[in-house]
């Protein structure tokens, strides 16, 4: 299954400076858990926003045109997608705003985990397009906790 997970505020914005909106750790803790011994897949970005190091214990792929050596790349999602797919895990679109659009066009997401932060944050400059979740009707809350005076809600959506 492809599975994509993402923060965002009210207006889908995801990062600004090419960093992360929110650090809670709530969220981290999820993160891990949904995709730990799963294999992660993210733009040059979010690589870069990594530091260029692997997230440990999860197969990484970059999505890009750039030759890195470090880690698996990738230039086509279809290609990656179909060579594990025939391993027993998930794969997860990790971001960042270009490639969750890309996937959500191409319809390849059969699942998303979107925690929501209910706030819109000035000077963000990373949006992901929420219309592009309108398929996605069918939403289960996993759980809620308080962040800042915020009731931050983690969400499974499904088509
Ligand atoms: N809130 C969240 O959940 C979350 C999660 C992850 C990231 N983020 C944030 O998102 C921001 C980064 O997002 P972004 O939209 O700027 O970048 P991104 O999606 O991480 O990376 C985009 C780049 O990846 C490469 N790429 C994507 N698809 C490709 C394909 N099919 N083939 C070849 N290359 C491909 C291209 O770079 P090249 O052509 O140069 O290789 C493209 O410019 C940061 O602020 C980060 O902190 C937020």
Redesign the pocket.
């Known amino acids: 299954m492809v599975k994509m997970i993402?923060?965002?505020d009210l207006n889908g914005s995801?990062?600004?400076d090419?960093?992360?909106?929110f650090k809670m750790k709530e969220d981290m803790a999820f993160f891990k858990e949904q995709t730990r011994n799963n294999i992660v897949v993210?733009?040059?970005?979010?690589w870069l926003?990594l530091n260029e190091k692997e997230l440990p214990n999860r197969k990484n792929i970059v999505?890009?045109?750039?030759d890195i050596l470090n880690v698996e790349t990738s230039?086509?999602?279809f290609k990656t997608i179909s060579r594990y797919e025939k391993e027993d895990k998930d794969i997860y679109i990790?971001?960042?705003?270009?490639?969750y659009n890309?996937c959500l066009k191409l319809k390849i997401v059969d699942e998303i985990f979107i925690t929501i932060v209910p706030t819109v944050v000035e000077g963000a400059d990373?949006k992901v397009d929420l219309s592009l979740m309108k398929d996605f009707k069918k939403k289960t809350k996993i759980k809620d906790f308080v962040h800042k005076e915020m009731r931050v809600s983690i969400w499974n959506w499904k088509r």
Do not use: Q
Request: one cysteine or more; aromatic letters at 6%; hydrophobic letters at 35%.
């Open positions: 993402l923060c965002v995801i990062g600004k090419n960093d992360l909106l993210m733009g040059y970005n979010t926003s999505l890009t045109n750039e230039n086509d999602i990790i971001g960042g705003a270009y490639v890309e990373t």
